[in-house]
Protein backbone atom coordinates (compact mmCIF):
# COMPACT_ATOMS: atom_id res chain seq x y z
CA UNK A 1 0.00 0.00 0.00
CA UNK A 2 1.13 3.35 -0.80
CA UNK A 3 -0.29 6.48 0.15
CA UNK A 4 0.78 10.43 -1.29
CA UNK A 5 0.34 13.66 -0.53
CA UNK A 6 1.11 16.57 -2.67
CA UNK A 7 2.19 20.15 -1.78
CA UNK A 8 3.74 22.95 -3.62
CA UNK A 9 1.03 24.27 -5.58
CA UNK A 10 -0.33 27.66 -5.78
CA UNK A 11 -0.30 30.96 -7.98
CA UNK A 12 2.05 32.23 -10.10
CA UNK A 13 3.48 34.20 -12.85
CA UNK A 14 3.52 33.38 -16.52
CA UNK A 15 7.92 32.64 -16.77
CA UNK A 16 7.86 31.76 -13.35
CA UNK A 17 8.38 28.86 -11.20
CA UNK A 18 7.45 26.36 -8.75
CA UNK A 19 8.23 22.72 -7.24
CA UNK A 20 5.81 20.40 -6.49
CA UNK A 21 6.56 17.65 -3.59
CA UNK A 22 5.33 14.12 -3.52
CA UNK A 23 5.56 12.25 0.14
CA UNK A 24 5.15 8.47 0.04
CA UNK A 25 4.17 6.43 2.70
CA UNK A 26 4.83 2.75 2.66
CA UNK A 27 7.56 0.22 2.87
CA UNK A 28 7.59 -0.09 -1.25
CA UNK A 29 7.56 2.94 -2.12
CA UNK A 30 11.44 2.37 -3.64
CA UNK A 31 10.27 -0.40 -6.08
CA UNK A 32 7.98 1.69 -7.51
CA UNK A 33 7.62 4.13 -10.34
CA UNK A 34 6.46 7.68 -10.16
CA UNK A 35 4.55 10.24 -12.14
CA UNK A 36 2.92 13.09 -12.17
CA UNK A 37 -0.35 13.86 -14.19
CA UNK A 38 -2.27 16.85 -14.56
CA UNK A 39 -6.37 18.06 -14.91
CA UNK A 40 -6.76 21.03 -16.03
CA UNK A 41 -10.62 22.45 -16.19
CA UNK A 42 -13.24 20.78 -18.32
CA UNK A 43 -10.25 18.42 -19.77
CA UNK A 44 -9.04 15.07 -19.39
CA UNK A 45 -6.30 14.05 -17.05
CA UNK A 46 -2.89 13.53 -18.65
CA UNK A 47 0.23 12.55 -18.22
CA UNK A 48 3.54 14.93 -17.38
CA UNK A 49 6.49 13.02 -16.70
CA UNK A 50 7.43 9.90 -15.03
CA UNK A 51 10.50 8.36 -13.46
CA UNK A 52 11.95 5.24 -12.83
CA UNK A 53 12.05 3.52 -9.32
CA UNK A 54 15.83 4.12 -8.97
CA UNK A 55 15.62 7.36 -10.71
CA UNK A 56 18.11 6.65 -13.64
CA UNK A 57 15.40 7.04 -16.59
CA UNK A 58 13.08 9.73 -17.03
CA UNK A 59 10.29 10.39 -19.63
CA UNK A 60 8.03 13.93 -20.44
CA UNK A 61 5.03 15.36 -22.61
CA UNK A 62 6.29 16.65 -25.22
CA UNK A 63 4.72 19.97 -23.76
CA UNK A 64 6.71 20.14 -20.82
CA UNK A 65 9.78 18.62 -22.38
CA UNK A 66 12.92 21.36 -21.70
CA UNK A 67 10.90 23.19 -18.69
CA UNK A 68 10.07 20.75 -15.94
CA UNK A 69 12.28 18.23 -14.63
CA UNK A 70 11.14 14.85 -12.37
CA UNK A 71 13.70 13.68 -9.96
CA UNK A 72 13.00 11.98 -6.75
CA UNK A 73 14.77 10.92 -3.45
CA UNK A 74 14.35 7.44 -1.92
CA UNK A 75 15.65 8.14 1.05
CA UNK A 76 13.11 10.79 1.80
CA UNK A 77 10.37 8.65 0.16
CA UNK A 78 9.72 11.67 -1.98
CA UNK A 79 9.14 12.60 -5.60
CA UNK A 80 9.75 16.31 -7.11
CA UNK A 81 8.68 18.40 -10.32
CA UNK A 82 10.91 21.40 -10.34
CA UNK A 83 8.42 23.24 -13.00
CA UNK A 84 9.89 26.30 -15.10
CA UNK A 85 8.96 28.95 -17.95
CA UNK A 86 5.82 28.20 -16.62
CA UNK A 87 2.85 29.31 -19.02
CA UNK A 88 -1.23 29.80 -18.56
CA UNK A 89 -1.67 26.54 -20.23
CA UNK A 90 0.07 24.74 -17.05
CA UNK A 91 -2.64 25.53 -14.89
CA UNK A 92 -4.30 22.86 -13.48
CA UNK A 93 -4.33 20.26 -10.69
CA UNK A 94 -1.50 18.13 -10.74
CA UNK A 95 -1.51 14.34 -9.32
CA UNK A 96 1.25 12.42 -8.16
CA UNK A 97 1.15 8.45 -9.06
CA UNK A 98 2.84 5.56 -8.27
CA UNK A 99 2.47 2.14 -10.13
CA UNK A 100 5.46 -0.23 -11.40
CA UNK A 101 4.04 0.01 -14.85
CA UNK A 102 4.11 4.05 -14.71
CA UNK A 103 6.21 4.36 -18.40
CA UNK A 104 2.96 2.65 -19.80
CA UNK A 105 1.00 4.67 -18.63
CA UNK A 106 3.29 7.65 -19.57
CA UNK A 107 3.78 6.58 -22.89
CA UNK A 108 -0.03 5.92 -23.83
CA UNK A 109 -1.22 9.01 -22.01
CA UNK A 110 -3.91 7.41 -20.59
CA UNK A 111 -3.91 7.57 -16.62
CA UNK A 112 -6.74 4.68 -16.43
CA UNK A 113 -5.30 1.77 -14.06
CA UNK A 114 -2.63 3.53 -11.99
CA UNK A 115 -1.92 1.67 -9.06
CA UNK A 116 -2.12 4.95 -6.72
CA UNK A 117 -3.01 8.46 -6.83
CA UNK A 118 -2.29 11.25 -4.17
CA UNK A 119 -5.41 13.97 -3.97
CA UNK A 120 -3.72 16.62 -6.01
CA UNK A 121 -2.45 20.62 -6.04
CA UNK A 122 -3.49 23.27 -7.60
CA UNK A 123 -1.04 25.07 -9.99
CA UNK A 124 -2.14 28.46 -11.35
CA UNK A 125 -0.13 30.33 -13.87
CA UNK A 126 -1.66 33.72 -14.71
CA UNK A 127 -0.74 35.37 -17.77
Known amino acids: QVQLVESGGGLVQAGGSLRLSCAASGRTFSSYGMGWFRQAPGKEREFVAA????????FYADSVKGRFTISRDNAKNTVYLQMNSLKPEDTAVYYC????????????????????WGKGTLVTVSS
Open 97 to 116: AADPRIFAFAKSGSPSGVDY
Open 51 to 58: ISWGGGST
